[in-house]
């Protein structure tokens, strides 16, 4: 079943002169993710709200503020009412209940059911919605720098849809797709019916944590997962001691430091590790013969 986040950057990828991200709650790491799917030329308009309450609970963050401030063609404006989610890639527009939280998205463990369909951009509701955008402020530094004094003060519990892209990213991630080769097929869209369901469950939680955007070429797809893949973690730690002559059973002792216990054992995760070293950073990390340990090849260096 296709996540509501993957529909809206499939939605989103397609912009050519402006994007429209409206909703109330936005986390950082998501809405990072969101940019990343936009062309760099297309303008994004932003529109938000920020309540001290929200912003303490988890639901919101204040660093989408430094995020747009950082992409040129990004507009970032407040609407102290706001309620609607509406998402606009040119004339294209989706609206339903899913704010850019990984909750809504989909981009977490056990995500909440959201709606996110077509609306014609002539609609008599969408029309409304539009020209109340149009009495949105400015989001400014010194109203960001507010909220978040007011932030400070309060003792607030997160709330559920405080769960982000960055709790995924930032844990104790190791892939559990045992064949690497088949991480492909499982991000197109019409090959993954040639994948077993198991094989589709590992790929999707690989996919996940690696936050890869849509619409990527095969040779694209390829570098990015490399490059998202080695500075994960646990995956950096492995590598550190790939540095020199790493044995199966020194890496599976190390992982058992890095990640929590799982239903596949050090040894399993171990050799999956492997594969994802041999297949994606092949230009860097070999087995040596006879040894049969890993290592980094001769000659490659570090980034």
Known sequence: MRRDGDLLLSHLAGAKQSA???APFIKSAVIKRVLSAIHPDVRVEIVTRWYAEEVAAGVSDLAVFDLAASRPGVTLRLLDNLHAKLYGADDLLLAGSANLTATALGWCENPNLELLVPVRADDEAVLRCRAALGAARLATIEERDSIQSAVDLLDQRPLPE???VDDLLAGPWLPKLAAPERLFAAYLPSARERL?????EAADHDLKALAIE??????????KVAE???TMPAVRAILDAAQNDLSDAVAADLITTLVEASDMGPAVRWQIVREWLTY?????YEIAPQSFVTRLRPGAGRD
């Open 228 to 230: 998202r893949f080695s």
């Open 162 to 164: 405080a769960k982000t």
């Open 280 to 284: 994606f950073l092949r230009d860097k």
């Open 214 to 223: 849509p619409h990527l070429s095969e040779a694209a797809f390829r570098t």
């Open 196 to 200: 077993t369901y198991s094989a589709i």
């Open 20 to 22: 429209l991200l409206c």
